[in-house]
C-alpha cells in the first residue's frame, strides 16, 4: 500500500530560525513529490514539485530535497516568518495511468513564534 | 484571476436531508478531485474526474456522487448525509492529471465545512 509518513507532526521554532521537516515514502512507481502549504482553514498550495531526477528545488526560503534512492524528502524553510506558521504537507505521485494517483502525508503542523 | 472556487463555505445540516457543494474552475483544466480533510487522517481522495463525462471513485467514495457535465464544474452530492460525513472538503484541479513532459500543480479551493448532525 502507499504510504507518505511526515515528521514530526508538529513544531514549534522562534522567528529567524532555520527548520527542516521530513518525509519518508512508499510509493510505487514514483513519479513526483509535491510539499504543499496550507494555512488554517485554507486550501494547499503548491511549494514545490520534484521529479525523479531531481534531487532539489528552491522557492524562495524554502528549499526541497529528495533521495529517490532512501525514498526521503526534506523541506527546509530558512529565516522563518510568522506567516511561515501553517501545516506543510507531502504527496507522492504514483506513476501509473489512474487519475487517483495522489498519495497525501499527514502533515507537519509548524508555529513560528516571535 | 485564476481559481477553484466553491460553495457554501459552511454548511450545518441534519441527517438524510440531500446536499450538494459545488466546485467551479476558471482555468479550463481537465483533472477535478474531492478531497475530505479530518484531523489525524490528512487529506483523502474522494472522486475525481480526468475529463468531461468521465469519473472515478478515489479513496472514500461511499455515500457520496459527483457529476461532470461541463468542464468548469464538479459537484458533490450526499444523497443522505450522515454525522461521519462531517468533515471539511476540498476540490482541486489541474491542468490534467499527469503529463509525461511536465509536472504541473494542482490548486485547490478554500474548502467546505460541512457539519452534519
Given at each position: 500500500k502507499n504510504q507518505v509518513e511526515q515528521s514530526p507532526q508538529s513544531l514549534i521554532i522562534l522567528e529567524g530560525k532555520n527548520c527542516t521537516l521530513q518525509c519518508n515514502y512508499t510509493v510505487s512507481p514514483f513519479s513526483n513529490l509535491r510539499w504543499y502549504k496550507q494555512d488554517t482553514g485554507r486550501g494547499p498550495v503548491s511549494l514545490t514539485i520534484m521529479t525523479f531526477s531531481e534531487n532539489t528545488k528552491s522557492n524562495g526560503r524554502y528549499t526541497a530535497t529528495l533521495d529517490a534512492d532512501t525514498k526521503q524528502s526534506s523541506l527546509h524553510i530558512t529565516a522563518?516568518?510568522?506567516?511561515?506558521?501553517a501545516s506543510y504537507i507531502c504527496v507522492v505521485s504514483a506513476?501509473?495511468?489512474?487519475?487517483?494517483?495522489l498519495t497525501f502525508g499527514g502533515g507537519t503542523r509548524l508555529m513560528v513564534k516571535p | 484571476e485564476a481559481q477553484v472556487t466553491q460553495n457554501p463555505r459552511y454548511l450545518i445540516t441534519v441527517t438524510g436531508k440531500k446536499l450538494t457543494v459545488t466546485c467551479s474552475q476558471?482555468?479550463?483544466?481537465e483533472y477535478m478531485s474531492w478531497y475530505r480533510q479530518d484531523p489525524g487522517l490528512g487529506l483523502r481522495q474522494i472522486y475525481y474526474s480526468m475529463n468531461v463525462e468521465v469519473t472515478d471513485k478515489g479513496d472514500v467514495p461511499e455515500g457520496y456522487k459527483v457529476s461532470r457535465k461541463e468542464k468548469r464544474n464538479f459537484p458533490l452530492i450526499l444523497e443522505s448525509p450522515s454525522p461521519n460525513q462531517t468533515s471539511l472538503y476540498f476540490c482541486a484541479s489541474s491542468?490534467?492529471?499527469?503529463?509525461a513532459e511536465w509536472v504541473d500543480t494542482q490548486y485547490f479551493g478554500p474548502g467546505t465545512r460541512l457539519t452534519v448532525l
Open positions: 522563518s516568518q510568522l506567516s511561515d506558521s506513476g501509473n495511468n489512474a487519475g487517483n494517483m | 476558471n482555468m479550463n483544466h491542468f490534467s492529471f499527469r503529463t
